[in-house]
């Protein structure tokens, strides 16, 4: 009798430690066997952990990583120097922010083309 209570309860907070963790984007599998064996402490241990950030899905062409593994070049990550006022601002634009100072189109694209041949070079240094 008293084996039967005490396997209900430990299969109690499994499911309980699973539901929260669950809810916390926590692995269930972990978080239910630690309900398992350690009942109520594992229980209050799953409702006072923090929440967690989920994992952002991919699509297959939205990988931040190219199939060699190294990181996909984002241009929205690099900055450029204004030559006009020595302000940083993002390596597409192509008005400054600051000043006004206005970048050619032709300007842009090699300043892009430039730091992406930049990455590729450190990028490939650190293999």
Do not use: T
């Not at 039967?4 to 499994?14: D, H, K, W």
């Not at 350690?38 to 990583?65: I, N, Q, T």
């Not at 593994?69 to 390596?91: R, V």
Request: with cysteine; proline share 3%.
């Amino acid at each position: 009798m008293v084996v039967g209570i005490l396997l209900f309860q430990a299969v109690a907070f499994a499911v309980l430690s699973g539901i929260v963790a669950s809810n916390k984007n926590r692995s269930v599998g972990a978080w239910s066997v630690l309900g398992f064996v350690f009942g109520l402490f594992a229980f209050v241990a799953a409702l006072v952990v923090e929440e967690v950030e989920p994992e952002r899905e991919y699509r297959s062409g939205d990988s931040e990583k190219q199939s060699s593994g190294i990181p996909k070049f984002n241009p929205e990550e690099h900055q450029k120097k204004c030559p006009a006022c020595a302000e940083y601002i993002k390596l597409e634009a192509q008005v400054c922010k600051h000043c006004g100072h206005e970048f050619s189109d032709e300007e842009v694209e090699k300043q892009v083309a430039g730091a992406l041949r930049d990455y590729r070079d450190r990028m490939s240094d650190r293999k």
